[in-house]
């Protein structure tokens, strides 16, 4: 019988219940780990998500918390500990936007900025504390931040979404040199990718397929597989794109 490659490890994937988290969690979980599922608000959908993984024969909790307010973070690490005793991947995926064209410098105000940074940067690191004394104890420990090809570009729902995902780039670089060799950090930047995310329609979204290199957007599962190689993978600081070559290769409308 052959291991499967997340066998004995146990997860806490954060905004499990929609889009790239649950696919992230399901990829997990079929992988062999235990996962533990993060939401907010979308209750229904992650009972549905744990749902299929319990009928696929996999192990799944549910654990509702804010990742933007710190004592419910703690809260969840608690539960974590308590119910499953150890960590082994923490996959930082919960985020929040609001639309706001970059310039109208006015709209931004202190509260979205606030809210942006609380829920994408204050929130994964407030988790990574958290949880280190855990992930410490695990002989492969791996962090995984979902941040934004935005990050790399400036081009995305805010600037203070893009200050929030560019932070979030920064501090995993830091943390995987503060914490190796115990502990493994790196991050996805997903370029647009077909969730709903931040209120983006197909309107959006079908010129971008056009664009894309490979000639499709990413999906939430191209999202999920390089979650999968990063749990497990012996690389720490980097930064994987998940774009369809947008990003890198720029868009095929150029022609050249
Ligand atoms: N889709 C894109 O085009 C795109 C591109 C680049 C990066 N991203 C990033 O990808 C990640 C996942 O987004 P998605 O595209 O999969 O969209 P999504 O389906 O809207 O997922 C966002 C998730 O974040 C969770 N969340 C938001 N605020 C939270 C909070 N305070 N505490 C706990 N959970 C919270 C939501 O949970 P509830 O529903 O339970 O409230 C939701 O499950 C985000 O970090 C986003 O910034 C998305």
Do not use: C
Request: neutral net charge; charged residues 20%; without cysteine.
């Amino acid at each position: 019988m052959t291991l499967m490659r997340l066998e004995n490890h146990v997860a806490l994937v954060t905004g499990a219940g929609t889009g790239m988290g649950r696919a992230i969690a399901l990829l997990y979980a079929r992988s062999g780990a235990r996962v533990f599922l993060n939401y907010r608000t979308s209750s229904a959908a992650a009972a549905e998500a744990a749902e299929q993984i319990r009928a696929a024969g996999g192990r799944a909790d549910l654990l509702q918390a804010d990742v933007s307010d710190e004592a419910q973070i703690r809260d969840l690490v608690a539960r974590v500990r308590a119910e499953a005793g150890r960590l082994d991947i923490l996959v930082n995926n919960a985020g929040w936007t609001r639309r706001i064209p970059h310039a109208r410098l006015d709209d931004l105000t202190g509260e979205v900025w606030q809210r942006t940074l609380q829920t994408n940067l204050l929130g994964p690191f407030y988790l990574i504390r958290a949880a280190l004394p855990l992930l410490r104890q695990s002989p492969h420990a791996a962090v995984v931040n979902i941040a934004s090809t935005g990050a790399l570009t400036g081009m995305a729902s805010s600037i203070a979404y893009v200050a929030s995902k560019a932070g979030l780039l920064a501090i995993t670089q830091s943390l995987a040199r503060a914490l190796a060799p115990e502990v493994r950090l790196n991050s996805i930047a997903p370029g647009l990718i077909r969730t709903g995310f931040a209120g983006w329609t197909e309107e959006n979204y079908a010129p971008a397929d056009a664009a894309a290199p490979l000639g499709r957007l990413a999906s939430v599962e191209d999202v999920a597989e390089a979650a999968l190689y990063l749990a497990t993978a012996n690389v720490t600081g980097e930064t994987i794109v998940v774009d369809s070559g947008l990003y890198r290769l720029g868009p095929r409308s150029w022609g050249i």
